[in-house]
């Protein structure tokens, strides 16, 4: 089977196992996902819960010998004993490395919170034979239950499980409960393993915040420009980035606005406040400062009051609500572009924003 069908495969086979509980936590390392991992539609199962997928190919990992030790793959950091990270031409793999298991184990270092599937390829080394695999689960690090055990062929074999809660029951442990995973091999035998793929559930109702202190960005001018922050794009113009010791600021850099604004070059959906610091650049005199939002770039809707910075950050903040936003034809569902403009010659630095929103598929990238 090839590489990308086993995710549709999986997600085929997920659905005719789904049960209908309602969860409401979401996997400790969320924030670190890859560009391969997957999202499954929010409504689909579990009272509108949404699935994404933890995946390492082992390609981004070194380690040489069988010794234990720790590596860190797609950002996250898992437990090697008598195991290695395999590139011969006798190791099983996709791409060029997958992982080589002996006598010992391969466990996550991370815990995942409302687990629901692994997925995986699994098969022999090389000429050895082969044996049966466990898969385990622990809410300690210190007591591990078998959960399932999977027979290791000589074909590069797809292995799908599904996480059962009432099995979960059975071992004192839920769903719900942070989870570490480990593969266990015992023998002289050894088995490659690769293409991991851990699915766990979110509440796309939780609710989120966008921070923003500006450290990440490089913008030397005030000219119209695009700049990446954290990987979500904003647009300057009369703006840059500022390092100098006149700008005021809470690490090492700031926005500094001169008659013009930073704008989010993306749309938040469901935003509840928005907050952040405001201060007069060196010793400029105070200048005004408002809040605009828009559905499509074009019409901008002033919903702030005129706030004049003064010589020392200090925090303004804007509560959403409809009472807020219905003056304007807008309402607290609406996916909002957010822009900070300043009226003036005279400059201004913002700092610290902080954007708070309500639900995972609330922010929307272009």
């Known amino acids: ?9 999986s997600l085929i086979i997920f659905a005719l196992f789904c049960t209908a509980t309602s969860f409401n936590s979401y996997a400790t390392f969320d924030t670190l996902s890859e560009q391969k991992n997957i999202t499954l539609d929010s409504g689909k199962w579990d009272y509108g819960m949404s699935a994404k997928t933890y995946y390492t190919g082992f390609e981004d990992a070194v380690k040489t010998a069988y010794a ?3 590596i860190t793959t797609s950002g996250m950091l898992w437990h090697f ?6 590139t011969l031409s006798t190791d099983q793999k996709y791409e060029n490395r997958s992982a080589r298991l002996r006598d010992g184990h391969i466990t996550t270092l991370f815990s995942i919170e409302n687990l629901r599937i692994l997925n995986f390829y699994a098969g022999r080394f090389g ?13 300690n690090q210190s007591n591990w239950y078998l959960y399932q055990n999977v027979t290791i062929t000589t074909e590069f074999k797809y292995y799908h499980i599904y996480f059962e809660e009432t099995i979960l029951n059975s071992m004192s442990l839920s769903r719900a409960d942070k989870l570490y995973l480990r593969f266990e091999y015992n023998g002289s035998n050894r088995v490659n393993i690769d293409e991991v793929n851990i699915t766990y559930v979110v509440d796309p109702n939780m609710e989120l915040n966008l921070f923003e202190n500006f450290e990440t960005g490089v913008k030397g001018n005030t000219n119209y420009g695009i700049v990446n922050l954290n990987g979500l794009n ?18 090492s850099k700031a926005a500094r606005i001169s008659n013009g604004y930073i704008s989010t070059e993306f749309k938040i959906a469901k935003i509840y406040e928005l907050s952040f610091y405001l201060a007069s650049y060196g010793n400029d005199q105070s200048s005004t400062v408002y809040v605009e939002v828009s559905k499509n770039k074009t019409n901008w809707s002033k919903i702030s009051p005129d706030y004049s910075s003064t010589s020392a950050l200090t925090l303004r903040t804007i509560v959403f609500n409809n009472a807020l936003l219905a003056p304007h034809g807008l309402s607290t569902t609406d996916a909002l572009y957010i822009r900070i403009r300043s009226v003036g010659n005279r400059r201004v630095n913002v700092d610290n924003l902080d954007i708070k929103y309500v639900g995972i598929d609330s922010l929307i990238t272009e």
């Open 234 to 251: 904003w647009i300057f113009d009369g703006a840059l980035i500022g390092a100098h010791q006149n700008d005021k600021k809470y690490n």
């Open 68 to 70: 234990a030790g720790n």
């Open 127 to 139: 000429s050895d034979t082969g044996g049966e695999m466990g898969i385990y689960l622990s809410d």
């Open 1 to 9: 089977m090839k590489k990308n069908s086993f995710y549709i495969v």
């Open 81 to 86: 004993n008598d195991a290695l990270i395999g």
